[in-house]
């Protein structure tokens, strides 16, 4: 993945659609970007008002290679994204990507997707490129919050936990994995920091790898600033700490290559 | 036409260069911008040993702007010189380093292990408002500035630039002081003092409660600073301070900057520096400038 080539272009929006409270989808034609994205990969989207800055890091959902086309999902946290979800069909926006490493994709008979909320939608292509049996375990804030089962379900077999119980199992992700009897050999997750942290602890107790994406407030997106780091066990390659960046090194780490 | 400028006995192919701890040293930019076209590479803040750093969040956007709190991570001069040095000196751009410390002894150290090196300047950042010891505290006292720049001086093998503080009474008696000590050139401004809080969470937006402020919020600001300090001393002075057009780098000129650096602007637009380059060629042909040094302090 390293030296790989990043684009910045002018992305037209194919269709938005609310898919959930505060949850929206964008389909954006784009001139090189899709061709090179992988998993676990995400985009700088840029705002039109000047006044906001700073790109938005916003992961890949979904690739269709050929029509050059992509999908993210994303949350109205601020008045960035509340100003990506007025677009429209044919409007243009600024992106940049893809960034970051990706998930490497495993070969195995029996793996394990784990998302929690917004970091939801990149185990679709994820899910839709690997190989195996899949076990998808959904967490979300309650049942108004619902998006993206139906498509995962087409990949693997989805359960999903909601912290009120208005639909699924009550409780977080690791509540539905206790419950399971499913050998995996392999753990892909994304979602807020504890869940991540319990998914490291999970993975490390049943002596499972595990492959999980993080987040952080970025500016650059390309491993400049230095704004988005964590905390590695190794020694980073570019500062010779122990602070890796999560939008270059990352954002996909192995578990027990981070302390959460 | 010609764009060259001239810092301290060092010319400079075009007065635009990447403002420290932007740009890292150029590696994660060269997908977007070919360095051999830069004036100079401005290198992220290095120190005698490697620096970790602030807690995350590290920044947080503002309108117009950015706050930073990173607390100068990097590498430390060992590995700087092994890897840093030897990529930038694959381009035909001048090579600036910039030097960071806790005290008057560590900035001393790197000077010192730049010495034997190919590089064109250095610029002493005594005016980070983000790491407990060092930076600021040495650039908010005329004394200090003055003191510390002799230090340096009495070391240093390349000409020294240094960075000053906006966060400063008068900006003129920082530069006189750094002039008196013996500063080749002046950069101005670092970023400004600034906190955001979040109102939802109930908490600094910062893990360092404060950051920097960056971006063309403060340009207004940085524009005013470099011609008083210009008006103050006869050094040369790079401007910088929330340039992301040739405009905004027009208007630095116009005030007394020989050269002038683009930062926060290459976060959001990798190409920033390439597109200043270009507008100020344009404006110069559109005005009938042949030397831009013309331009140079002519607004008085």
Redesign the interface.
Known sequence: MENQ??W?EQAVIIKQDKIATNIYSIWFQTESIAKAAQPGQFLSI?CKE??????RPISICEVEKEQNRLRVVYRIVGE?TKEFSSYKSGDRLDI?GPLGNGYRLKEHKKAYLIGGGIGIPPLLELAKRLQGEKEIILGYRNGKELFLIEELKQYGTVSISTEDGSAGIKGNVLDVIQGKHFEAEQIYACGPTPMLRAVQSYAKEKGIPAQISLE?????G?????????QSKEVDE??????KRIC?DGPVFDAEEVEL | MNTKVNIAGVELKNPVMTAS????SGA??C??VDLNRLGAVVT?GVANV????NP??????T????L?A?GL????ID?FRKRDIPFLKQYDTKIIVNVCGKTTEDYCEVVECLAEEEIDLMEINISCPNVKEGGIAFGQDAKAVEAITKELKKRAKQPIIMKLSPNVTSIADMAKAAEAGGADALSLINTLTGMKIDIEKRTFALANKTGGLS??AIKPVAVRMVYEAANAVKIPMIGMGGIQTAKDAIEFILAGATAVSVG?A???C??ATLEVIEGIEQYMKKHGVNEIGELVGCVK
Request: charged fraction near 15%.
């Open positions: 080539w990043k910045k840029y000047g006044s906001r800055l700073l790109p960035g940049m952080e407030k970025m500016a650059c390309i491993g400049a600033c230095l704004a988005c780091v964590c570019h500062s010779h700490v122990h602070n270059k | 701890g932007t740009f890292g994660e930019y997908d977007f992220k490697p620096w970790p750093g995350t969040p590290r920044i947080a956007e309108y117009g702007g950015m930073n990173i991570q990097n590498p430390g590995v971006g063309p926060t290459n976060f959001f990798p190409t």
